[in-house]
């Protein structure tokens, strides 16, 4: 395996994106890479290491109730050395970050303030909350051309002060994670959305109270859009490691396909059931943007479900969407190929296709 010297994500020297320089040979993941890199080959050469960044500094654009409660939720986490609250509404940061420091005594110290662009500046993460919130009765995909404006003047903001990694997490994710890697001009390693990482821990969970065993001891994933088209790989799912059919041979309580597909609709539909019936979510997505900071942080090389830039993923290409990939220090490291059935590499790339068309129809 060879090192794509722009985004650092580990290729196959079978991969068909190459370049010589100086009399070496170049192994790139994307052509957007490698053009990036023609472009300026000395720049990527010549980067500082990631670990050599001081403190884990993170800014959170967006203080709604998203931004605002994974704010909470990092701070009792102990994981980021300052936390920047960035809204446009400054007021409305300065309330919450006045709160937030009132509870300080109580977790590990940390400095939260009130921030604007410029606190992007050396942050390791900016995580963007920013824009119209989906409301009862609203698709995520219904928000795209709202959001995509916001984007396009959120984005060049926060690019201008160099941060390491962004993390999207307004809807339409996958689109938005699009969206800001064409305003960005970033390599794909450097952007990601926070995709269906939520889904599949729903998916974990309910799973894990049909077969009575601990959530964590079930492996499974939800694929593809974070949305309607979303895409449960059923045939991955083990329990403990025993393939899910092996399995249910087991369970007194068998399971019917009725079963499995009730199970996937209480997943695909969480979000608008909560919506529904409070306005919005906040919780349980704060927890897993948590898992992704530290898994960035803390250089784990976690496997998480994030929304990322594919490039001929079961025949899918200039999409974004989600697949399990390798997380670390520097942003997603490696995608890995899932082994599914046709039926559901068929729905993943039916999946691709609706964000494909939405996308042709954006001016970015």
Known sequence: MKKDPVCGMEVAETTKYTSAYQGQTFFFCTSRCKESFEQNPGMYLTSPD???????????VGAGQVGSTFAFALM???????????????KHAEGHVMD???????VQPSRIYPGTYSDCEGADIVVVTAGAPQKPGESRLDLVQKNTEIFKEVIPE???HNPRVLLIVSNPVDVLTYVTLKVSGYPMNRVMGSGTVLDTARFRSLLGIHCTVDPRNVHAYIVGEHGDNEVPV?????????PFSEYCALCEGGCPSEQRDDIF???KNAAYEIIDRKGYTNFAIALALVKIAGAIFRDENSVLTVSTLLDDYYGISDVCLSIPVIVNRQGVFRQLRLSVDESEAERLRASAGVLQEILQNLQL
Not at 76 to 90: C, E, F, H
Not at 234 to 242: C, E, F, K, L, R
């Open 234 to 242: 059923w045939s991955q799912v083990n329990i403990g490691g025993m």
């Open 158 to 160: 926060i690019v201008r």
């Open 50 to 60: 990631a670990n050599s960044k001081e403190g884990r500094k993170m800014a959170v």
């Open 265 to 267: 609709v209480q997943v």
């Open 100 to 106: 937030l420091n009132h509870g300080l005594p109580f």
């Open 76 to 90: 009792i986490s102990g994981l980021a050395s300052s936390i920047a609250l960035i809204d446009r509404n400054p």
